[in-house]
């Protein structure tokens, strides 16, 4: 496996993950009640608080924002905050960002406060949500085999709108273990190894802020995985105790757990990040983004590159391009 195959099976499961947890309830009763499990792209329930109205197989803010980085940070030659600034305020006013039911909390009072001219150092100082992690795949896939380096590139890419500890943080293990996903003799123990170091090393990088540990969480969610009962109580007691709202730390642990709990294939991580419910797009996003990278593009089932392919909002963004410029970065002398 090469790691072109690795870098855009990374792209594709960011959006695998993105769109199968599209449809999913906050709560793993509503989801289970409507669908059972969620086991194909389906489109938003009318009454979803979010995402009503949206076909099967579209993504979301957590895959627009992501390839809108990989599109800047390409033409910038890397991961700088110029670049990030640009990314993250084009596609905000390209979706309506203002009135957009799924724009994060700290996504939009950074881009706000960016828009009235605010220093960037500063607008993301309360920022301790989940966009951070969400978007942060294509920095780590920019450094391969180099967590340390996929960190200080993830601190980057926080600054303008979760420049806190908490959020590089999480921004950091999913950075870091992407980074080591790449490498062709990858094991699951050390991408989870390499998430936890991540996640030390990212909390050191801006101020601290309210949060518990992100590493703790990961081993709370990884032992819940690694439990000998069925999936759905596992998915269940993952929800009660690692929890899947918009808290960065809930996500990004709830995303090593389902991640392990599929023993990193990448469409059974889709079924169980969506299945888990709460956030489950952002869940899925990010766990399926290590689980695509980790596995390459060749453990994707045929019909779902067909399906995220055929998307008007996918195709947009030019994913195999994306991965080409990534992949030229990547391994640029």
């Excluded at 828009?115 to 993301?124: A, F, I, L, Q």
């Amino acid at each position: 496996m090469t790691l072109k195959d690795k870098i855009l099976g990374g792209l594709y499961g960011q959006a695998l993950g993105d769109a199968w947890g599209m449809p999913a309830y906050f709560h793993p009763d509503q989801t289970w009640k409507a669908f059972g499990w969620i086991t194909e792209f389906l489109p938003a329930p009318a009454d979803h608080e979010v995402h009503t109205g949206l076909p099967a197989a579209r993504i979301t803010d957590d895959s627009e924002q992501a390839f809108s980085l990989a599109r800047e940070y390409i033409a910038a030659g890397g991961v700088t905050l110029p670049a990030t600034i640009k990314g993250i305020v084009e596609w905000y006013d390209r979706t309506g960002g203002d009135s957009s039911k799924y724009v994060g909390p700290s996504t939009r009072r950074g881009v706000q406060a960016l828009k009235r001219g605010d220093d960037p150092y500063v607008t993301g100082r309360l920022g301790d949500t989940n966009g951070a992690a969400m978007r942060v795949s294509p920095v780590g896939l920019l450094y391969p085999n180099d967590p340390m380096g996929a960190v200080d590139a993830a601190a980057i890419s926080c600054v303008p709108t979760h420049n806190t500890s908490v959020a590089i943080s999480g921004a950091g293990a999913v950075a870091a273990a992407i980074a080591v996903a790449t490498r062709e003799d990858a094991t699951l123990d050390a991408i989870i190894a390499a998430g936890m170091l991540g996640a030390e090393l990212g909390r050191q990088k801006a101020h601290y802020w309210l949060g518990p540990s992100v590493t703790r969480r990961i081993e709370m969610a990884v032992a819940i995985a690694r439990k000998g009962n069925e999936p759905l109580a596992r998915l269940r007691e993952m929800f009660d105790v690692v929890g899947t709202s918009l808290s960065i730390v809930e996500t990004v642990g709830a995303a090593f757990g389902v991640l392990v709990m599929a023993e990193g294939d990448p469409k059974q991580t889709a079924i169980y990040a969506a299945n888990l419910s709460g956030d489950a797009d952002t869940v899925g996003a990010i766990a399926c983004a290590i689980a695509g990278t980790y596995r390459g593009i060749g453990a994707f089932d045929p019909s779902i590159i067909e399906q995220l392919n055929a998307d008007p909002i996918f195709q947009q963004y030019n994913v195999p391009a994306l991965a080409d410029g990534l992949f030229a970065l990547a391994t640029r002398p």
